[in-house]
């Protein structure tokens, strides 16, 4: 039989997420939306800026992402800010709220996409970076870029 494959298009990305910290383990998880919060999903009316997740009574919950109202809602249009349940295997709800306890880490989401009809959020547990770790970053991608530059230069010679 022929694997078929994965169709996933991306909605949004948390860009600011991979800056500020440093992105130790990913998950792929579920999340709980309403029907017009799903049109308004596959429209890309999602914002992650200061996005963040946390565990309560067991449950993962993703506070602070907007998903704007679907235009054609009317009345069964949720508030763009409310909490969202993500939905997770148990074992891995209790092991990530062990690190975060232990260890003093965040959830962080890292982007929203489609994977087939359904929606899914990228979760990353992360640890917070100093301000030279950012400076460190960025005169690493400076000097990659340079370097990439002068390639491409000296290539044309």
Do not use: W
Request: glycine share 6%.
């Amino acid at each position: 039989m022929a694997e078929k494959k994965d169709n996933i298009k991306i909605i949004a990305q948390n860009k600011k997420a991979r800056h500020e910290y440093f992105i130790l383990e990913a998950y792929e998880c579920g999340i709980e939306l309403f029907g017009t919060e799903v049109k308004s999903v596959r429209e890309g009316k999602v914002n992650l800026a200061d996005s963040y997740a946390g565990i309560t009574n067991g449950e993962v919950l993703i506070k602070q992402m907007n998903i704007s109202p679907f235009e054609k809602g009317n009345i069964f249009n949720r508030d763009p800010m409310r909490e969202r349940k993500l939905l997770m295997h148990k074992q891995e709800i209790l092991k990530l709220s062990q690190k975060i306890k232990e260890q003093g880490l965040s959830l962080v989401p890292l982007k929203v996409y489609l994977k087939g009809s359904l929606v899914k959020v990228e979760l990353a547990l992360v640890k917070g970076k100093k301000l030279y770790d950012k400076r460190e970053d960025i005169a690493r991608r400076d000097a990659k870029r340079s370097m990439d530059r002068a390639i491409k230069n000296n290539a044309r010679y």
